[in-house]
């Protein structure tokens, strides 16, 4: 089992909408959250990052982290064609990223 | 302030062959990782340098080997490429270990 996972996706919405991109961890130690997002044949761009329970707000963007639960959001509020893109997210216990595999978002006009 | 730069951006190798990939991290960064993304594995731990010395290293084979520089440059090599090796690498930097860490576009390797 993967120290974190990430529904794959393919995941389409209309423009306008709230999309919610989630992720689980088995981790405990696990201290540092990110979320990044990465265009087609681009480096992944840091989005959100957190480092508590709780929410942390910018923007259209909302990262939502649980620690008890293991458990990581991204809402992105009015969405965009421009935010078609895959959604990594991303876990720090020290020196290495333990990233999931991405979601695929896809928004359409 | 300039971003990750690496060269070169794309490349195409044979079987047996070995390569060299080379990332220039932003001003004043002293940590460089590097990743190897596939489609089937996602974004992949390689190592980790700081201050010319390999800190960490992830669950690849010898043949992954990398350097850094006095000024936090860093390279990467990869010898007796293999068809597996098809992927792409990325490196990022962050002024520590362990801190936000800001990537390059990558290097996309081809082995035939």
């Known amino acids: 089992q993967k120290e974190v996972e990430q529904d794959p996706g393919p995941l389409s919405v209309p423009e306008g909408a709230i999309v919610s991109l989630n992720c689980t961890y088995s981790?405990?130690?696990?201290?540092?959250f990110m979320w990044y997002r990465q265009y087609s044949r681009k480096g992944p761009e840091l989005l959100m990052y957190t480092y508590s329970s709780g929410n942390k707000e910018d923007g259209r963007f909302t990262a939502q982290v649980d620690k008890s639960s293991k458990y990581i959001s991204l809402f992105i509020r009015d969405s965009q064609p421009s935010d078609s893109a895959t959604y990594l997210c991303a876990m720090n216990s020290g020196y290495a990223l333990n990233f999931g595999k991405g979601t695929s978002l896809l928004v359409t006009p | 302030k300039a971003g990750v730069t690496q060269t070169p951006r794309y490349l195409i190798k044979t079987r047996g062959q070995q390569v060299t990939l080379s990332c220039s991290p932003i001003?004043?960064?002293?940590?460089v990782s590097w990743y190897q993304q596939t489609p089937g594995q996602g974004l992949q731990f390689l190592f980790e340098?700081?201050?010319?010395?390999?800190?960490n290293k992830g669950n690849f084979p010898g043949r992954f080997s990398g350097r850094q520089f006095s000024n936090s440059r860093s390279e990467m090599n990869v010898s007796t490429l293999e068809l597996g090796d098809s992927a792409l690498y990325l490196c990022?930097?962050?002024?520590?270990?362990?801190?936000?860490?800001?990537f390059g576009p990558g290097t996309r390797l081809l082995v035939l």
């Open positions: 981790n405990s130690a696990f201290q540092y």
């Open positions: 990022a930097s962050s002024l520590e270990a362990g801190e936000t860490q800001y």
């Open positions: 340098y700081f201050s010319e010395t390999q800190r």
């Open positions: 001003s004043g960064h002293r940590s």
